[in-house]
């Protein structure tokens, strides 16, 4: 065997090569010279540390992903939209604060990471709440059938305090206030039978309107997802 | 769930979003890791990793099993680390992630994981050169490089990531090599006893 050239030392230090090769280098110092050069360079490279990702990482993930998935069969999923929904919040919070509190830098999900993720689980609750006040504020008193609006307001309740909780740890007083005034509201719809009076419907609409609500909703929900789209 | 990958993802794409978190669940680990070797930081490779999985929800009906599914998600990954490596070079951001943050960063990670005097400073001085040596490889080298280097990809994985002949992405490997060889010399000059 001729000396190997550049190329096949490199294919031979990713086990590519054959045995005349390791025979060549047996006989050949200046060969084996060459190729432990090369050895030692390539695995010094190795080492190139990737900040670590929990076990708790691949729910995170999906958990970030889930609100951006274009939906196959727009109703059924957009309920398992709904369901999921305070499930991954309550995830997201348990996970945010237990980093928060033992401050895992190494092990867990860095510190700019979680804050982004619960900013976007704030930013994708405004939105489901955003959903159900419009179809609340648009809903005629006439002739109304809340059980639908109704049973959503029931999952946001939950989801609502245990994203507040968050948003106190975040520091973040301007969302606490909307999610405390938007708890309010959530809770009277979720303890309103599914026949709401008229009257009550339109004291309630109007308490929606007046309170400059769903606009709060709304522009708070875009500056959060802006916020942690830049983090 | 004891689904194989090629099981999820048939599922996935009759539209189970369940199985597809699976795969999801399954793969983020690991496609972070390609993630961050590619673009060399942690929000870009945040982001890499969400757009990877998108992308794959949207493109499973392109999926024929024909390469592993992780194979395919690497490609995936891969071509999405290049599209966000592409638009920050246009955006001039190149100085920011290639320039002293970046490479203290990476210094404050080898450091922590290897207390020796000695071996500390030539790991400095690869870690110094290291990113940014990498930064300056073509993008189809770069790729090429961290699948075989880092990820372990054979040459005919390489070559189906990059949707190029095997030669070609042997060929990258060794550029890729050459380059890193050149651009790391002084660290070996100094680190020599
Ligand atoms: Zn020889």
Redo the contacts with the bound molecule.
Sequence with gaps: M???DEEQLVQAYYGEIDDAFHH??E??P???ATFDRLKEMLDSVSDYPVPERNSAYGAEVWARLVPHLPLAQPRPGWLRWWVLGPVLATLLTVAFLAGRFTEQRQTGISTTARERVLLMAISDHLERSQIVLTELVHADPQAADLASERDRARDLVSENRLLRETAVHMDDPSVVALLDQLERVLVDVANSPSALPPDDLAALQQRIESEGLLFKVRVTGANTREKGQKL | MDWTDADAAEQARKGDQQAFRVLVERHSQSIFRLAFRMTGNEQDAEDTVQETFLRAYKQLHRFDGRAAFSTWLYRICANCSLDLIRARKSRKEQQDSTGEGATAHWLERVAARDPSPERLSQSRQIANLLEPALQRLSEIERTAFVLRHYEGCDINQIADVLGVGANAAKHSVFRAVQKLRRALQPAWEVGAR
Excluded: F
């Design positions: 001729t000396h190997p060549h280098l006989e050949c200046e060969c084996a």
